[in-house]
């Protein structure tokens, strides 16, 4: 079974997240790669899709909100973590 919202489930989610995306600190999470060619804002809205998916599919009762600001954060930085600096070895611990 594919992690795929309706199309009224993926609207329901972008109007709950649009003060969060609207943001411009938000916004530069597009400057930062995260995994290979996936900037940080697109990691952080398809954990907000999955997060999503997973809560109406497996009845989880989460608050839709709190979930959607939780996944959408969840990895809120604004420095590329792949930077050799030694203050950002740990960025796994530090962010």
């Known amino acids: 079974m594919p ?15 649009r003060p969060y995306l609207k943001n411009e600190k938000v916004q530069q999470m597009n400057r930062y790669i995260q995994h290979g060619s996936v ?6 809205k ?8 997973l809560n109406r599919r497996l009845h ?3 608050n839709p909100h709190a979930l959607l600001v939780g996944a959408l954060l ?7 973590w792949h930077d050799p600096n030694r203050e950002r ?7």
């Open 3 to 17: 992690l795929t919202l309706t199309w009224q489930e993926r609207r329901e989610l972008y109007q709950m997240l």
């Open 39 to 44: 900037s940080t804002l697109q990691h952080c």
């Open 46 to 53: 398809y954990v907000a899709e999955v997060s999503c998916w």
């Open 60 to 62: 989880i009762g989460a």
């Open 74 to 80: 969840h990895d809120f930085y604004l420095y590329d």
């Open 89 to 95: 070895r740990l960025h796994g611990f530090t962010h």
